[in-house]
T-cell receptor, first 116, second 114 residues
Framework: AQSVAQPEDQVNVAEGNPLTVKCTYS??????LFWYVQYPNRGLQFLLK??????LVKGSYGFEAEFNKSQTSFHLKKPSALVSDSALYFC??????????????FGKGTHLIIQP | EPEVTQTPSHQVTQMGQEVILRCVPI?????FYWYRQILGQKVEFLVS????????KSEIFDDQFSVERPDGSNFTLKIRSTKLEDSAMYFC????????????FGQGTRLTVV
């Protein structure tokens, strides 16, 4: 069975500082990895994904994430945080071995709070 | 920008009643999903749907749940006899392809069972 862990319920960062939101995963095969963001009263918005190839993937709004196979991690990063980045962030995984239309397994989410 | 739309945004129902949650996926997408998020908990996969049949379902998706694509544009989730524990935010999602393709989510329907 696949699983995702986001160890921090909340991350507080000062505006302009770099941010990291942590994610580790467990799958039986190789993973497809995703980050989504949820703003209040909105659905989940896709940020970026890792499929294969370069371990550093870039996504929307200046976010990037680094895939680390040995540590089974996919941490979300941004060099300089904005107050507008404050939201709930979800990491998700899909096992490639599952194929087809397998559903995503999500982490519990991390509240990112950027302080002015 | 195309988006997934869900109606209603909030539904209150009495325990034991049937509810139908509605979704309009993005028009050229072929794969459809329902997820739910109980307050304070993680987003959980319920079911995926492709080519007019269920592709995969989770343990949560028991006999009281059903999905349908009645007219080629809407995608519905029916809960036959609601329980208090069905209270949650229900998200519809769609994707162009399976596997590595990202899913696009609607804004959710908050279901409150009283």
């Amino acid at each position: 069975a696949q699983s995702v862990a986001q160890p921090e319920d909340q991350v507080n960062v000062a505006e302009g500082n770099p941010l990291t939101v942590k994610c580790t995963y467990s799958v039986s095969g190789n993973p497809y990895l995703f980050w989504y963001v949820q703003y209040p009263n909105r659905g989940l918005q896709f940020l970026l994904k890792y499929i294969t190839g370069d371990n550093l993937v870039k996504g929307s709004y200046g976010f990037e994430a680094e895939f680390n196979k040995s540590q089974t991690s996919f941490h979300l990063k941004k060099p300089s945080a904005l107050v507008s980045d404050s939201a709930l962030y979800f990491c998700a995984v899909r096992d490639r071995a599952g194929g087809g239309a397998d559903g995503l397994t999500f982490g519990k989410g991390t509240h990112l709070i950027i302080q002015p | 920008e195309p988006e997934v739309t869900q109606t209603p945004s909030h539904q209150v129902t009495q325990m034991g009643q049937e509810v139908i949650l509605r979704c309009v996926p993005i028009s050229n997408h072929l794969y459809f999903y329902w997820y739910r998020q109980i307050l304070g908990q993680k987003v959980e996969f319920l079911v995926s749907f492709y080519n007019n049949e269920i592709s995969e379902k989770s343990e949560i998706f028991d006999d009281q749940f059903s999905v349908e694509r009645p007219d080629g544009s809407n995608f519905t989730l029916k809960i036959r006899s609601t329980k208090l524990e069905d209270s949650a935010m229900y998200f519809c999602a769609s994707s162009e392809r399976a596997g590595y393709t990202e899913a696009f989510f609607g804004q959710g329907t908050r279901l409150t069972v009283v």
